[in-house]
């Protein structure tokens, strides 16, 4: 099972304030549904009271250290090694946030699927920094929201 983190950030590596996407980037929502859809998505309990609901076509995994934890819709676990294990035999599992997932998770990851946003903004949970050394370029294609924000996907690949 390869591991993979999705994530929307700015130039300052901000992925939200207030628990929130600090942007609005549709293009980067129609995105993430195609990179995730039909996979296992790992999010953190912050994340997933953010959204509000279990996302579709999708195994939805919440990680939370509140043992009695019960969402309807959702697989709730305690650790990231019970995530891996509820989404079975899969060919890739996708985390998805938030700030603490990233940080502790991205030592394991094999790929990063990334949408950096030209924009600076404030913010109070961000991307972990990682080592440009260790990763390939898959691809980076950049584009132009419909309102004129710069934004660009970069798939990262884990160098063996």
Known sequence: MKIA??????????????????????????????????????????????????????HNIVVSRQQELVIEGVTCVTSFDAAKQAAGDCEELVVMGGGQLYAELLPQADILYLTEINLDTAGDTYFPLWDDGSWHILNDECHVSDKGLEYRFINLVKKC
Do not use: C, Y
């Open 5 to 58: 983190m999705i994530a929307a950030m700015a130039n300052n590596r901000v992925i939200g304030k207030d628990n929130q996407m600090p942007w609005h980037l549709p293009e980067d929502l129609r995105h993430f549904k195609a990179m995730t859809l039909g996979k296992p998505v790992v999010m953190g309990r912050k994340t997933f009271e953010s959204i509000g609901r279990p996302l579709p076509g999708r």
